[in-house]
């Protein structure tokens, strides 16, 4: 069966392991939380930030985009909510969150 599976030879002696230094794995991992801060957490808060300004500034009469793609006109903001008139005088109500990007004005009548 030797021919198949050759025997192991264990060493008699071996060498010593070199030690992991800590400080250099604390450097790496703070290293890995700036470059998460920096690429994902800060560009994402300021996104947010953005959204939660344009949510918080909708009126009557803006002309927007909801993120389904409809574009439509607020007729009324009641709390979270707006009622968005689509056409034909089809009046549907969403939430504030679902607000895209406010267009400007005359841009629904172009299309």
């Not at 994402?44 to 918080?56: D, M, T, W």
Request: aromatic share 8%.
């Amino acid at each position: 069966m030797e021919f198949l599976i050759p025997a192991a030879m264990a060493q008699t002696q071996s060498a010593p392991a070199p030690e992991a230094n800590p400080m250099i794995t604390l450097i790496m991992f703070g290293g890995l939380f700036v470059f998460m801060y920096l690429f994902i957490i800060r560009p994402q808060r300021k996104r947010q930030k953005e959204h939660q300004e344009l949510v918080s500034s909708l009126n009557k009469g803006d002309e927007i985009v909801l993120n389904s793609g409809l574009l439509g006109k607020i007729t009324k903001v009641d709390g979270d909510y707006i009622v968005v008139d689509a056409g034909n005088n089809i009046e549907l109500k969403f939430q504030k969150g679902s607000v895209h990007a406010v267009l400007p004005k005359g841009t629904i009548k172009a299309i």
